[in-house]
Nanobody
Framework: QVQLVESGGGLEQPGGSLTLSCAAS????????MGWFRQAPGKEREFVAA????????YYEDSVKGRFTISRDNAKNTVYLQMNSLKPEDTAVYYC???????????????WGQGTQVTVSS
């Protein structure tokens, strides 16, 4: 069982930066691949980024490549999403999730955080 708690969301201007954090409970954090997903009002939850157990294999959704960076610190049981050059279309609730084995498919993730709101607006 893994419990996940996101933080770091907020209001940012276009072109700005935010860093999201996701803290995990339990002693087996390094056993899980971690993903970030987002859901905008009226839209389905979509994949943003994912990292494997050792932070070597990483996947990104095309619209965030070059702007967002996912990373993890297994010693701190935490995964991060550094978001640069933010755009209004990045506005959404951002969720972190965990599963055994890296995946872009949200339906394959077993554990989810409660989400953190990111709003990009001038």
């Amino acid at each position: 069982q893994v419990q996940l708690v996101e933080s770091g969301g907020g209001l940012e201007q276009p072109g700005g930066s935010l860093t999201l954090s996701c803290a995990a409970s339990g002693r087996t954090f390094s056993s899980y691949a971690m993903g970030w997903f987002r859901q905008a009002p009226g839209k389905e939850r979509e994949f943003v980024a994912a990292t494997g157990r050792y932070d070597i294999v990483k996947y990104y959704e095309d619209s965030v490549k070059g702007r967002f960076t996912i990373s993890r610190d297994n010693a701190k049981n935490t995964v991060y999403l550094q978001m640069n050059s933010l755009k209004p279309e990045d506005t959404a609730v951002y969720y972190c999730a965990a599963r055994v084995g890296i995946s872009k498919n949200p339906s394959q993730y077993n554990y989810w955080g409660q989400g953190t709101q990111v709003t990009v607006s001038s």
